[in-house]
């Protein structure tokens, strides 16, 4: 895969530092040359992300292209195969090929909550995404510095998901976790790096630790973020073991409702943290549990919750 350095000018964009790793690239802050304008430079990565980091790069204190900070989880490559899932590492192809994706899904995309594409470029054969770099601390970050968090940024989310959705260029995120929420000083949140996929929705990026079904639509986003208004409440996840032993499956009989009846017994909220207000726990019950709850009812449930607050 292409190796990038700091100076390095990338087709007129002068690599300036580091910014952090998704799930199987690198991204990096560069300047446009004659136009001076900043952007965030997104090259492709064999090294894996998820649980295959660890193994593969230094944990450090803070972001390099060599290590791994606490601020970042990469997601994983996920791969729905007709005897299970796997979670493996992806091919040079496989990257190439869903960065392009990327590239095409958020061209189609016009949200101010959502990471836009600046240009999209090949060097070398590869593809590189040129996004719109946005400023700001990212939620993992202002959830350890203990800072605090507005419900009114998981309502902009979703009301910009469901207008996403209503107009047909992107069905759902797949991969939203508190590191991929970025807060603007004006208060503005903005989504980025959307969860990679290819066309037969049989692979995909995606983050289990928030998406522990694998689901690929957008009860995958409301789960994720009913999770992480969990974690912001009791400082912890609801699920440690991550993919669920039947994720991904279509169907399943009594063995995988049982299964699944097991694993959504989690710590109610409110035991870890007893001023959780009782509707905002019901929000997250549904968010987590309930099949049929989607991006509209939890917009209402939202709106109604913030309302009274």
């Not at 000083?185 to 692979?203: E, N, Y």
Request: with cysteine.
């Amino acid at each position: 895969m292409m190796k990038i350095a700091i100076g390095e000018i990338v087709q007129g964009y002068r690599i300036t530092r580091f910014l952090g790793r998704g799930g199987f690239s690198s991204v990096y802050l560069a300047q446009h040359e004659e136009t001076g304008n900043k952007v965030a430079l997104k090259v492709g990565s064999l090294a894996g992300g998820g649980r295959q980091v660890t193994r593969l790069l230094e944990v450090t204190a803070r972001r390099t292209p060599e290590g791994v900070s606490p601020d970042e989880l990469p997601a994983e490559a996920v791969f729905f195969e007709a005897q299970g899932v796997r979670i493996d590492l992806f091919d040079q192809n496989e990257v190439h090929a869903m960065l392009r994706a990327e590239g095409e899904l958020l061209a189609a995309c016009q949200n101010e909550n959502l990471v836009q594409v600046v240009d999209r470029i090949v060097v070398d054969g590869a593809p590189v995404l040129a996004l719109e770099y946005v400023r700001g601390k990212t939620l993992r970050e202002k959830i350890r510095s203990l800072e605090g968090i507005h419900l009114n940024w998981f309502l902009a989310l979703v009301r910009s998901l469901v207008a996403l959705k209503e107009q047909g260029v992107m069905q759902y995120h797949g991969d939203l976790k508190p590191e991929n929420l970025i807060v603007k000083p004006s208060g503005k949140v903005v989504m980025i790096d959307p969860g990679m996929r290819l066309p037969d929705q049989r692979t995909i990026t995606t983050t289990p630790h928030y998406n522990p079904l694998l689901l690929t639509d957008s009860r995958a986003d409301v789960m994720a973020i009913g999770i992480m208004i969990y974690e912001i409440l009791t400082g912890t996840l609801p699920f440690d073991e991550v993919p669920w032993e039947f994720a991904g499956q279509r169907t399943g009989g009594e063995t995988t409702r049982l299964s699944l009846s097991y694993f959504f017994s989690y710590c109610p909220p409110h035991t870890l943290n007893p001023k959780t207000p009782e509707e905002l726990q019901r929000i997250i019950y549904r968010c987590i549990t309930v099949p049929t709850y989607g991006l509209s009812e939890l917009k209402t449930d939202l709106e109604a919750f913030i309302a009274k607050a």
